[in-house]
């Protein structure tokens, strides 16, 4: 018996995509059509799995059994995570989803989240 090797972590890389953003899905079976993209707002972000769960997108169905006062029973339809690189944040000015750069404020002291389209500042 030898002993578990222990995983390593994920590679430490800022995610510029944050919770509460609005994000275009690039790939997979709720992309939406050509001329209408599927967006959805971000609900949560997990930095461990790289994944990231949009509101009203990938929609699964899981069969739960009551387990107490108070819980649904019955076929349930919840929002499952996507991975990271399906999604890309949405420009409303450039109008699709934009690759995402970093700048300096103009006091210096905080990090600006930049379209790399129009070169606009996105969100807070």
């Not at 001329?35 to 990938?58: Q, S, Y």
């Amino acid at each position: 018996m030898g002993k578990k090797k222990k995983q390593p972590e994920p590679a430490k890389k800022p995610f510029n995509i944050r919770k509460g953003d609005t994000v275009v899905v690039l790939s997979g079976d709720s992309k939406g059509t050509p001329g209408k993209p599927r967006l959805g707002k971000v609900l949560a972000v997990n930095m461990k799995k790289w994944t990231v769960t949009v509101e009203k997108v990938n929609f699964i169905k899981r069969h739960t059994k009551s387990r107490g006062a108070g819980k649904e029973t019955g076929i349930i339809e919840k929002e499952a995570p996507l991975h990271i690189s399906k999604v890309a944040l949405w420009d409303a000015k450039a109008g699709k989803g934009v690759r995402v750069g970093m700048r300096r404020s103009k006091d210096g002291k905080t990090r600006e989240r930049i379209s790399r389209a129009t070169g606009e500042v996105l969100g807070t």
